[in-house]
């Protein structure tokens, strides 16, 4: 072969340039390039300092002081010194003293109502709230200082979220206790977690002893185990049931002179559809026959499904009066059946509802089974079950709402039926207000129900269809007695042994859990005290200790996420871990790993990490995170404009709520780049959202990741309907906000707040209507009132004008070409969501990393990062940028980082 000469490869090149120039590069060819030119391939960190607030002394000496004299003194004073604690040697600075765990002590017994005892000096109910009000200022501004002096330690009570799962983790019962707490506002980095929000006062320590009460009494049983209520038939019952039912009620509505016309020949025929059933063998097919023939009378109109025989066709379409059960409940346990001839059929869009009549008991788990298939492997697509639930308020009307998170699909093929399951808290669902007002049979009648949806999205076609041979119920259903939620509390208190010893056993066993560390003797010996003095109040031993644990859980032990100054101690890294990845209390492991000093091991510290990530409750952090990172509360209050939108759905918003959680979930799960954020080519859809879209090929309302092609306009986050629509006004786009929300929570690069007296768009102005929106923008950008501020929004959110106020794609927009040209204050060009991506991909990967630095560390750490955190973000960006980019690479990062360890 003969060697290409210098000159040869040189007329080579020139050749072949004029075909490269014109074949731009991809985006995906892009975001790999640019990654190469990262500075922080050989960059190194930085660090700085700010200064903080001083300590409220005057208040403490003119008011606080006084107070604790008169009430505290006697036992707490020069003479005594109960508990080894003089209050009036404590120093009240808290910023700079080493008092403020002595405070926090102060604060819980006067809180929880523990001090003064009965016998010593009165405190009035005003002066208990401005002790305790006092010190939670104090502690406020003690973390302020200690952040920006480099000592960050940052008392916070946790979230209403993380309250809440706390709770349920402690007492393995996943009820919604916080639904009566409000949401905590959120801070400037847009987290609700931050120790700026979350201080509390002294009613506020009330109501969640209140709550905490009701939690253990929900979580505690008394008496016998109770017997569960049946429900459980085949649908080859159910069809005989169903005629027996028929030709009973249409005697019994004959009587009443309330009956319809029921075709005889259709009660017949039904009959006969039954008999072949009961004598062929089973089959895989089957086609509806007898569609629109059905029994009718009054009361609410039900699209349900029909019975079919699956080997000779033939079937019966059918509505259940409203009112009356199917089949009323058995007292036995039933024994699953062989898969059946006679089945159920729901097609695509249809409903049956399930009448329950009024046996379903207060409280407890419901357990819901069905066997089902697809009708046919036709198609691509599998159905979907959501379930429903409700009661009628009176014959023509009746009030329902979702059971169900999510839709579960139907994969088992023809022939092959498969179980499905739901386990629902009765306490935690709005239930008939009439059952103990009326009696079966009275009008209206006080009948709960259970409904399946089949909610397959596209077309209609046999493989659509699901079929349901067997239907169970079981409530309350019950694996063991007393309930784990009970063992979770009383698991130390055996029968043996006198109520006080019992009494140690359960707050010895309780008490470091809820608190998250080993408790001393002396803080065991103050419950106790407690239990003492409450006990003769309360009926029983059970009842006084709900009313001493419900302190336990009312206590800034509980509530507060402490850190000590310099590094966290073991208890309080393992807290710093869990509520970071779980937004709940460390589990036993943990607490172990803790206690035995190993937690800190960097190798030990990585496997714990991954561990929670896989956990079932990694799931929160991927949830919580995401939610409060993109701001998408604003999606929740979005309102969209129907006549403008009609195509748009609670249905189609829900898909649009659940796109940036399954995304994140899924970049973490893969450990994906972080910049897959900004653009990816593949996103996670289910096919209400391909619909969206206009993405062919994705079945079922399950997400499930979708290769993407240029032509899509999606991957990434930028493009997906729910942040666009969140970032409209539900009418049309909006610039303004969606520049804003970029700069905020994606380049982390808020823009200042607009002056005072900032002229609005006046479009009463003829010239200003006579404008397209982005020379509306540009005009009111002229103005020098505005034009430094939205110098640099207004280019960001231009870019995003090729999306409608629903996210959807659009190329016209008042019957002219969409402009969604721009140039940024700094010439840079964006043409389009294309030349948006493009720019930050080119040019802003490097903020784009630090800025997600930034935004989780300040979420792990439950507080406003400060120009002191400066060095410790630069270099685990650094190291990121090094090794990848990879998201649970960057969590493990920022776990292993001094500045997660430390307070």
């Known amino acids: ?134 010190i939670s200022e104090q502690v406020l501004v003690s973390s302020q200082v200690k952040r920006s002096d ?43 977690n931050s120790s700026e929000m979350l201080q509390m006062t002294s009613r506020q320590f009330a109501t969640y002893q209140s709550i905490a009460r009701n939690a253990l009494k929900t979580a505690t049983v008394r008496g016998p185990r109770p017997e569960p209520t049946y429900f459980s038939i085949t649908m080859d019952k159910a069809g005989d049931d169903y005629v027996d039912w028929v030709d009973e009620h249409f005697r019994f509505y004959q009587r009443e002179r309330e009956s319809e016309n029921i075709d005889s020949d259709i009660l017949g025929r ?57 089949w009323k409940p058995a007292e036995e346990k039933p024994v699953d059946p062989e898969p059946q001839n006679f ?11 399930i009448d329950l009549g009024n046996y379903l008991p207060d409280h407890g788990v419901m357990r819901i089974r069905v066997r089902a298939n697809r009708a046919s492997a036709e198609g691509e697509s599998y159905p979907s079950l959501a379930l429903t639930f409700g009661f009628n308020p009176n014959n023509n009307s009746s009030f329902e709402f979702a059971l169900s998170k999510e839709d579960v699909a139907i994969t088992a093929p023809p022939g092959q039926p498969e179980f499905y399951e739901w386990l629902i808290q009765l306490d935690d669902i709005q239930r008939s207000p009439y059952l103990r007002t009326g009696k079966m049979g009275k009008r209206p009648s006080p009948t709960e129900y259970v409904g399946f949806r089949n909610v397959h999205q596209g077309r209609e076609h046999e493989g659509a269809t699901v079929h349901i041979d067997y239907i169970e119920i079981t409530a309350p259903y019950l694996t063991q007695w007393p309930p784990a939620s009970h063992r979770r509390v009383f698991s130390q208190a055996g029968a043996s042994g006198g109520e006080e010893s019992r009494a140690r056993q359960v707050l010895a066993s309780f008490m470091p859990k809820a608190w998250r560390r080993p408790v001393s003797e002396a803080e065991l010996a103050r419950k106790l005290a407690l239990y003492q003095t409450v006990r003769p109040t309360c009926d029983d031993f059970q009842e006084a200790m709900i009313e001493v644990l419900a302190t336990v859980l009312a206590s800034p032990h509980f509530l507060y996420l402490t850190q000590s100054d310099g590094a966290l101690t073991d208890s ?49 952090f991927a949830e919580r995170f995401t939610h409060q990172w993109l701001e998408m509360e604003l999606l929740e209050l979005l309102q969209v404009d129907e006549r403008a939108y009609p195509e748009f759905s609670e249905e189609l918003k829900h898909s649009m709520q659940r796109e940036p959680v399954e995304f994140f979930q899924h970049v973490l799960n893969e450990d994906r780049s972080v910049i897959d954020f900004l653009h990816a080519d593949y996103a996670l859809l289910n096919q209400r959202l391909a619909n969206h879209y206009g993405v062919e090929g994705v079945y079922g309302n399950h997400f ?17 309907a729910g942040l666009l629509a969140m970032n ?15 700069l905020e929570c994606i380049l982390n690069d808020p823009p200042p707040p607009p002056p005072p007296s900032v002229p609005e768009i006046d479009l009463t102005d003829p010239e200003i209507l006579k404008m397209t929106l982005k020379e509306r923008i540009e005009d009111h950008r002229n103005k020098p009132a505005c034009a430094s501020c939205h110098s640099k929004i207004d280019p960001w959110g231009i870019a995003f004008e090729e999306f409608d106020a629903v996210g959807s794609w659009r190329d016209h927009i008042d019957g002219g070409p969409v402009d969604a040209s721009s140039r940024l204050y700094n010439q840079g060009e964006l ?64 776990v292993a980082s001094d500045l997660f360890q430390q307070s």
Not at 24 to 39: M, P
Not at 855 to 872: E, I, N, T
């Open 704 to 720: 499930q990741k979708v290769p993407l092609t240029p032509e899509s306009k999606r991957g990434g986050l930028l493009a997906q």
């Open 150 to 192: 480099g000592a960050h330690s940052s008392f916070r009570r946790m979230t209403r979220y993380e309250f809440n799962y706390a709770l349920q983790d402690l007492l393995g019962l996943p009820l919604d206790f916080a639904a009566d707490l409000p949401p905590e506002s959120a801070s400037e980095d847009g987290f609700q």
């Open 343 to 353: 089945v159920l059929v729901l097609p695509h869009g249809a409903k049956q509802e």
């Open 572 to 620: 309080q890294l393992a807290t710093r871990l869990s509520f970071f990845l779980w937004s709940s209390q460390p589990d036993e492991a943990l607490l172990e790993l803790a206690a035995s000093g190993r937690l800190r091991d960097p190798g030990e510290l990585a496997r714990q990490t991954e561990r929670m990530l896989t956990d079932p409750r990694g799931k929160r």
């Open 831 to 894: 043409a389009g969501m294309d030349g948006l991506k493009r720019y930050l991909l080119e040019n802003r990967q490097d903020q784009f990393a630090r800025a997600m630095v930034h935004k989780l560390a300040s979420y792990a750490l439950g507080r406003p990062l400060s120009f002191a955190d400066h060095a410790q973000l630069e270099r685990v960006t650094t190291e990121l940028r090094q090794r990848g980019d990879g998201l649970r690479t960057l969590i493990t990062l920022l």
């Open 1 to 134: 072969m003969r060697p290409i000469t210098f000159a040869a490869a040189a007329v080579a090149l020139l050749l072949a340039a004029p075909l490269q120039a014109a074949e731009e590069a991809t985006l995906q060819q892009v975001k790999a390039a640019a990654a190469t030119r990262s500075k922080y391939l050989s960059a190194g960190p930085l660090s700085a300092t700010i200064g903080a607030p001083k300590a409220d002394l005057e208040g403490f000496r003119s008011k606080i002081a006084p107070i604790l004299a008169g009430a505290c003194a006697d036992c707490h004073g020069p003479d005594d010194q109960n508990a080894d604690l003089r209050v009036d040697a404590l120093d009240p600075d808290l910023v700079h003293g080493k008092d403020a765990q002595w405070w926090l002590e102060v604060m819980e017994v006067l809180s929880s109502g523990e001090m003064p005892p009965p016998d010593a000096a009165e405190l009035t109910d005003a002066d208990r709230a401005a002790v305790v009000d006092w």
């Open 728 to 742: 409209s006004d539900g009418k049309d786009s909006h610039p303004l906000k969606r520049g804003i929300w970029l």
């Open 270 to 326: 039904f009959r006969e559809a039954r008999e072949q059933a009961k004598q062929g063998p089973r089959v895989q097919g089957g086609e509806r026959s007898r569609g629109g023939e059905r029994s009718r009378r009054g009361g609410r109109s039900r699209r349900g499904g029909y019975f079919l025989n699956q080997e000779t066709g033939e079937g019966w379409s059918r509505s259940i009066p409203n009112g009356f059960s199917l």
